[in-house]
């Protein structure tokens, strides 16, 4: 019998130590249903349409503005003023790699991936 006693009070352990039931045992529920308003709900799909169209279209007349601007400015100048000013635009730009380059401190720009000379 008194091996009866001990095992009686290790099941009595284990039913105490099962956790209670908590929020995670729980099933899951779906959401209610929300009201349904689709008069409301067309209205506003057909208003952010109405923004979104209207957004764009002032995008494209703006990006049509510059396009105008830049194409213009280059169909207005001779041949030969575009080539100068191309000519003086790569002189330039050859200028400012070549300080980048040949530093007076030595360092090299790291953008061309050269070393110093030493």
């Known amino acids: 019998m008194s091996d009866s006693a001990p095992e009686s009070a290790d099941s009595s352990a ?7 039931p ?9 959401d209610p249903p929300a009201p349904e308003r689709p008069c409301c709900e067309a209205e ?3 208003e952010r349409e109405r923004w ?3 957004q764009f279209e002032r995008e494209h007349q703006v990006t049509m503005s ?6 213009g400015s280059v169909r207005d100048q001779s041949r030969r003023m575009r080539f100068w000013r191309w000519l003086i635009d790569d002189e330039r730009s050859e200028r400012r790699r070549q300080e980048a380059l ?10 061309f ?3 110093p000379w030493k």
Do not use: C, K, T
Not at 14 to 20: E, G, K, N, S, V
Not at 22 to 30: K, L, Q
């Open 14 to 20: 284990r039913a105490a130590a099962a956790p209670a």
């Open 22 to 30: 908590g929020i995670g045992d729980e099933p899951i529920r779906p």
């Open 44 to 46: 506003a799909a057909l």
């Open 52 to 54: 979104l169209r209207a």
């Open 66 to 71: 510059v396009m105008r601007i830049l194409l």
């Open 102 to 111: 040949y530093r007076a401190d030595g360092q090299v720009d790291a953008a």
């Open 113 to 115: 991936g050269r070393r």
